[in-house]
Nanobody, 124 residues
Framework: QVVLIESGGGLVPAGGPLRLSCAASGRTFGAYGIGWIRQAPGKDYNIVAAINWSGSSTTYAESVKGRFTISRDNAKNTVYLQMNSLKPEDTAVYYC?????????????????WGQGTQVTVSS
């Protein structure tokens, strides 16, 4: 069982930064890949960033490349998503999710455990 808790969401003006955190339970956190997945109102889930178990490999959706950075601190059982130059179209509920294969998959179905989500709203 893996419990994930997101924090750091909120209301931010366009162009501003925001950092999300994902705190995880479990002694094997360092073996999991972690993805940040968002769902905008009326739209499907999209993986915006993913990181493998060691942090040596990261991937990003085209829409956030150069603006978002995913990182992890396995000693603290935490993954971060630094979001810069935010746009109104980044408004969504952001979830962190654990990929037990450790790879940081690009397939939503590979994520076995999800947090409850945190709302990010970017005002224009």
């Amino acid at each position: 069982q893996v419990v994930l808790i997101e924090s750091g969401g909120g209301l931010v003006p366009a162009g501003g930064p925001l950092r999300l955190s994902c705190a995880a339970s479990g002694r094997t956190f360092g073996a999991y890949g972690i993805g940040w997945i968002r769902q905008a109102p009326g739209k499907d889930y999209n993986i915006v960033a993913a990181i493998n178990w060691s942090g040596s490999s990261t991937t990003y959706a085209e829409s956030v490349k150069g603006r978002f950075t995913i990182s992890r601190d396995n000693a603290k059982n935490t993954v971060y998503l630094q979001m810069n130059s935010l746009k109104p179209e980044d408004t969504a509920v952001y979830y962190c999710a654990a990929d037990l294969s450790g790879s940081g998959s690009q397939a939503r179905d590979d994520y076995d455990y999800w947090g409850q989500g945190t709302q990010v709203t970017v005002s224009s």
